[in-house]
């Protein structure tokens, strides 16, 4: 069967679509999509092209959005695909092999943000105030099971600059009526004697144990630890990524702005980092849909994914 | 006055056991042990509550039993005193004691009933018997044997059963005991503390027929300190060990893997004595201990030596790292801190230098001042043990507890053969102890600690090891790539499957 080949210009644009289509989809998820439709459509003689045609292409979408977990989970369909046995001599029959698997792979990381939601809402008592920082979709799950199942909680969410990402995840939880309050992002320290634990999403994961996410959830960690709240990550698997950042210049420049900045841009110090880091010692728990981790598991669970 | 009875009754028995027990007695009293042990296995694992509630018949017997009970880990024949104080207590006319003494008179049958009779009264006796706590707290204990890991002998230097079986040890495999020098510290009493000065091999006689040269020239390599460093001493182990299988040859009658491995016992005893093993040297040991009992006995002798030479054939680390890092044309300064009695700095500091990389030489004492302008602290290793903490040279928790406090990141440089699976939560219970007279110094003609035996109150310690709990420790890196400290065992796990 002859499927037109994909372009760069109409991956982006797929890519874009299926972004635009359902905005509940993890960037991560819809990239993964794209890859698959790619890897359908590709007309490569060998199997070592295909592979790196659908490395350039991981490269392509991260030009086109440059948040970690496209990289990441690009990375991670490319190993889940060729992790079986492609032995057959006929390359159609090896590319019907990936592509199942990649269809597999598609359809558990599609759950994985329920699965997380599940894990995560019984850690929310009846009464709690609940702190979260930005706007992420996972946190919106959890707080949306948590709902669901009858327990009562206040949220104070910060508002995030310099996008106020915060006034949008503010909008939300308040259509699903729960009473939320938005706070400066200085009021931090302020706030954080009221709260009885933080919640947050993740970009990505990184192989200490440590989370890259919107700038500001540094400083939130050190807040929580220095109250000694208890402070919670969420993330889904494919959201790890083999970094091991010491400090916060250790994150790779290209994650840190976004895709726009990265091309228009030339001096990038004049620019302000979107992303921070934050090391595993002020991590209480990750909850992935890998299960409960303390952050020196994560590690364990990255040698299995990757090695 | 009931458990002085006991206690003659237990000596009254020794010597009989030696004088009139013929063969066929011994044989017979052995299984009986036997039977005994195993019925007590069972009685502990029906559940001990059963039996708390006879207690009073034998409640008396507790005191002599922690006598005996201490001695149960160590000393061979104090399992055989655990039985006798049962049939001795309970029903004591029935008890052993009678049977030597009118052996020789009784045919076979007669023995045979005797011996029915004996194990019938022992059963009965051992329900009361073992409700008492002295017989439980002895069974687990020599139960437990297989369960508890011992000890290694290296770290009970003060328990003098263990020093004794040591040195029967030694003897057997014809190698002198080294003794211990010197006043040593009393929290550091378990240890070994030898002097460089009189070396092993000087009680060696000449030639040794046990002992291949190569290893003796390891040996006194390894106690002088002229072969130092886990990676140093590993691969002079390797290279000696290469030797010793080139000028092996099989004896008649005998199979190259069992052969092998049984001469190299008194080798690796030999060389512990010189200076006891380090964690990398015990995991190159027993791959090639495993390499060798792999070896088919099929093979022929020739073929077996090649396929083990070749199998042995792949701190220097940091300063490798450095070297490559330069090479790269990455612009950085070394700032190397030395510690006494080794001085091991000064040689890592020429090589460094000679390469071209320009450096800083500090003793540990001015940490404090450096480290504000230090980005990244680098430090090797010496084992990684299985909970995630870091065994290095004394001194290095120091320099990972100040750079945590000024936030510089600490990455340990390690391969992952020196990984092992011994779990250590502090430097005490198992560490090495050097040459006490090494921090005697001598400035301007005048060695102040001269005479340091002579005073009562003073001792020298000489610690080798410490240990870095994992929270100082930012990254280790490794030929698997780089890892979090707590992550050991995982690779461990790993790699026991490649094996």
């Known amino acids: 069967m002859e499927w037109p080949k994909m372009t760069t210009l109409r991956l982006v644009e797929y890519f874009r679509t299926q972004v635009r289509q359902d905005p509940e989809v993890p960037s991560a998820v819809a990239a993964i999509r794209t890859l698959l439709e790619f890897l359908k459509r590709d007309q490569s003689e060998t199997i070592l092209g295909l592979r790196e045609n659908l490395t350039q292409t991981i490269r392509r979408l991260e030009e086109a959005d440059s948040s970690v977990a496209v990289s990441s989970g690009g990375e991670l369909f490319l190993r889940f695909i060729s992790l079986t046995s492609l032995e057959h001599p006929d390359l159609s029959q090896c590319k019907k092999v990936m592509v199942e698997r990649g269809e597999l792979f598609l359809k558990k990381i599609s759950l994985s943000r329920s699965k997380v939601a599940k894990l995560c809402h019984t850690f929310i008592k009846d009464g709690a105030k609940i702190l979260t920082h930005s706007s992420s979709r996972v946190v919106l799950k959890v707080l949306e099971s948590a709902a669901a199942d009858k327990k009562r909680f206040t949220v104070y969410v910060t508002e995030s600059q310099p996008d106020s990402a915060g006034r949008q995840m503010a909008d939300k939880l308040q259509n699903l009526n729960i009473p939320v309050t938005v706070v400066l992002d200085a009021a931090v320290g302020y706030i954080m004697e009221k709260v009885d634990l933080v919640i947050v999403g993740a970009e990505g994961v990184v192989e200490s144990g440590g989370i890259i996410n919107k700038i500001g959830t540094y400083q939130l960690a050190v807040c929580s630890k220095a109250h000694n709240k208890p402070f919670y990550v969420v993330a889904e698997s494919f959201k790890f990524v083999r970094l091991y950042p010491l400090n916060q210049q250790d994150v790779p420049e290209r994650f840190k702005y976004k895709a726009d900045t990265l091309k228009a841009v030339e001096d990038l110090a004049e620019e302000h980092p979107m992303i921070d880091y934050t090391p595993p010692s002020l991590i209480t728990l990750l909850f992935t849909d890998l299960g409960v981790l303390t952050p020196s598991a994560v590690s364990d669970e990255l040698i299995k994914l990757y090695l | ?499």
């Open chain 2, 1 to 499: 006055m009931y458990h002085r009875y006991v206690v003659v009754a237990l000596s009254r028995r020794k010597p009989n056991e030696g004088k009139e027990l013929t063969k066929e007695e011994k044989q017979r009293l052995r299984k009986q042990k036997k039977h005994q042990k195993k019925q007590k296995e069972r009685k502990n694992e029906k559940g001990p509550s059963e039996t708390e509630k006879d207690k009073t018949p034998v409640s008396l017997l507790p005191p002599p039993q922690p006598v005996a009970t201490q001695k149960a880990p160590s000393a061979l024949p104090a399992p055989a005193s655990a039985p006798i104080p049962v049939p001795a207590s309970a029903p004591f006319h029935s008890s052993p004691a009678p049977s030597p003494a009118d052996k020789p008179a009784k045919s076979k049958a007669e023995l045979k009933a005797e011996r029915r009779a004996r194990q019938e009264t022992d059963r009965a006796a051992k329900q009361p018997g073992s409700s008492s706590s002295g017989i439980k707290t002895k069974v687990p204990l020599s139960e437990l044997n297989p369960v508890v890991k011992r000890l290694p002998e290296h770290v009970q230097v003060d328990d003098p059963a263990v020093v004794k079986r040591l040195a029967k040890k030694l003897e057997r495999q014809q190698i002198p005991l080294r003794s211990d020098y010197g006043y040593k510290v009393s929290l550091f009493s378990h240890l070994h503390q030898y002097s460089r000065k009189a070396p092993l091999t000087q009680l060696l006689s000449i030639p040794s027929t046990v002992i291949h040269p190569s290893i003796v020239r390891l040996g006194l390599q390894y106690s002088q300190g002229i072969v130092a460093g886990s990676n140093a001493r590993s691969v002079a182990l390797l290279h000696a060990f290469k030797q010793v299988i080139r000028d092996y040859t099989t004896p008649p009658n005998e199979e190259l893997s069992r052969d092998l491995v049984n001469k190299l016992k008194p080798y690796i005893s030999f060389l512990n004595q010189c200076r006891p093993l380090s964690a990398s040297m015990g995991n190159a040991i027993k791959y090639i201990k495993k390499e060798i009992s792999n070896i088919p006995s099929q093979c022929k002798e020739e073929e077996a030596k090649t396929k083990l030479l070749t199998c042995i054939d792949r701190s220097s680390l940091v300063n490798n790292i450095l070297c490559e890092a330069f090479e790269k044309s990455r612009k950085f300064r070394v700032i190397v801190v030395d510690s006494r009695p080794r001085l091991e700095g000064r040689e890592a500091l020429r090589r460094l230098v000679q390469r071209g990389i320009s450096c800083t030489y500090v003793l540990i004492s001015a940490l404090s001042y450096i480290l504000p302008e230090v980005s990244k602290v680098f430090l090797g290793a010496h084992a990684l043990l299985a909970n995630g903490y870091v065994m290095s040279r004394v001194g290095t928790s120091q320099i990972a507890l100040v750079a945590r406090t000024y936030n510089v990141p600490v990455l340990v440089c390690c391969e992952t053969y020196k990984f092992c699976e011994r779990v250590q939560t502090d430097s005490f219970v198992s560490n090495e102890l050097d040459d006490p007279d090494d921090l005697m110094v001598t400035r301007k003609g005048k060695t102040q600690l001269e005479n340091w035996q002579d005073v009562s109150s003073l001792g020298l310690l000489n610690l080798v090891y410490d240990v870095t709990p994992p929270d100082f420790v930012d990254l280790v890196i490794t030929d698997l790539g780089m890892i979090p400290c707590t992550s050991v065992p995982v690779v461990l796990r790993v790699k026991n499957l490649d094996q």
